[in-house]
């Protein structure tokens, strides 16, 4: 499955580009967030949420190989 990811804030910067296709088997939102890990060891020091067809998804949330962005933490009000 091949999965769009774009990045935002602080996160764009950490990976050095606002978006990237990522050519995977992976199933759910716990599995990206792992590669995600791996492949970006600073995010490890970083909040984020991971949202799936713009909106906010659980880890135990499964892929379907839409439109995946990676969100900092923000403040609402």
């Given at each position: 499955?091949?999965?769009d990811?774009?990045?935002?804030g602080?996160?764009?910067?950490?990976?050095g580009?606002?978006?990237?296709?990522?050519?995977s088997?992976?199933?759910?939102?716990a599995?990206?967030?792992?590669?995600?890990?791996?492949?970006?060891?600073?995010?490890k020091n970083?909040?984020?949420?991971?949202?799936?067809?713009?909106e906010?998804?659980?880890?135990?949330?499964?892929?379907t190989?839409?439109e995946?962005?990676?969100?900092?933490p923000?403040?609402?009000?």
């Open positions: 499955m091949q999965i990811i774009k990045y935002f602080m996160l764009a910067e950490i990976t580009c606002d978006s990237e296709k990522v050519e088997e992976i199933q759910t939102v599995d990206l967030q792992k590669v995600l890990l791996d492949k970006y060891p600073d995010f970083k909040d984020f949420r991971i949202a799936q067809n713009q906010l998804v659980a880890l135990e949330t499964k892929l190989g839409q995946i962005a990676v969100l900092p923000f403040a609402g009000g």
